[in-house]
């Protein structure tokens, strides 16, 4: 079965730091780009960060740029989100998302359940 | 910086009717346009894809057209299972969805 699964969100205070992680299975991992998008409380869907098969082409969100890192480890069939300065309107569902295809070349096929983070005081 | 706009940003209709939702981008993205179908409080699933192709296993009612910076997606005759928000999105270079379109039974 294909899947995505997240973890590491949670409750953080602004400006501190937190580390998603979104581990892949049925599907040969290296083979595809990965995302993550996210959504607030009641809002639409927002592309966060994306990245190639072999970590040659990133990108992010003017809204995260600078603050926020993607990674991944196509060993481990993992993707990772590093998270840094937190601010509160960073408060979201956080999706892990397969790319069909190549980096910019295809939808988003696969869709993990989402990880929450709240940043707050 | 490309804009995704739709409209309407929310609609009602009756069941079996026809309806349709618009996605204007603000600079030419060719095919590389997808629908997506949230339904309220699960995980955004994928319609379409290349502005017109289907995606294995969703139903011959949904239908997307369009090319350049204006796009359709079309369901032909509403089901209550429709009941749900739908997102364009484009997906070359930097991916960009739209503000989403809410769908309710009349």
């Known amino acids: 079965e294909v899947q995505l699964v997240e973890s590491g969100g949670g409750l953080v205070q602004p400006g501190r730091s937190l580390r998603l992680s979104c581990a892949a299975s049925?599907?040969?991992?290296?083979?595809?780009?990965m995302h993550w998008v996210r959504q607030a409380p009641g809002k639409g869907l927002e592309w966060v960060s994306g990245?190639?098969?072999?970590?040659?082409?990133?990108g992010y969100a003017d809204s995260v740029k600078g603050r926020f890192t993607i990674s991944r480890d196509n060993a481990k069939n993992s993707l990772y989100l590093q998270m840094n300065s937190l601010r509160a309107e960073d408060t979201a569902l956080y999706y892990c998302?397969?790319?069909?295809?190549?980096?910019?070349?295809?939808?988003?096929?696969?869709w993990g359940q989402g990880t929450m983070v709240t940043v707050s005081s | 910086d490309i804009q995704m706009t739709q409209s309407p940003s929310s609609l009602s209709a009756s069941v079996g009717d026809r309806v349709t939702i618009t996605c204007r981008a603000s600079?030419?993205?060719?095919?590389?346009l997808a629908w997506y179908q949230q339904k309220p409080g699960k995980v955004p699933k994928l319609l379409i894809y290349?502005?017109?192709t289907l995606q294995s296993g969703v139903p011959s009612r949904f239908s997307g057209s369009g090319s350049g910076t204006d796009f359709t997606l079309t369901i032909s005759s509403l089901q209550p299972e429709d009941v749900a928000t739908y997102y364009c999105?484009?997906?070359?270079?930097?991916?960009?969805f739209g503000g989403g379109t809410k769908v309710e039974i009349k």
């Open positions: 998302a397969k790319e069909y295809g190549d980096y910019g070349m295809g939808a988003f096929d696969i």
């Open positions: 049925g599907f040969t991992f290296d083979d595809y780009a």
């Open positions: 990245i190639s098969w072999n970590s040659g082409s990133i």
């Open positions: 600079q030419g993205i060719s095919n590389y």
């Open positions: 290349a502005a017109s």
């Open positions: 999105q484009k997906y070359n270079s930097a991916p960009l």
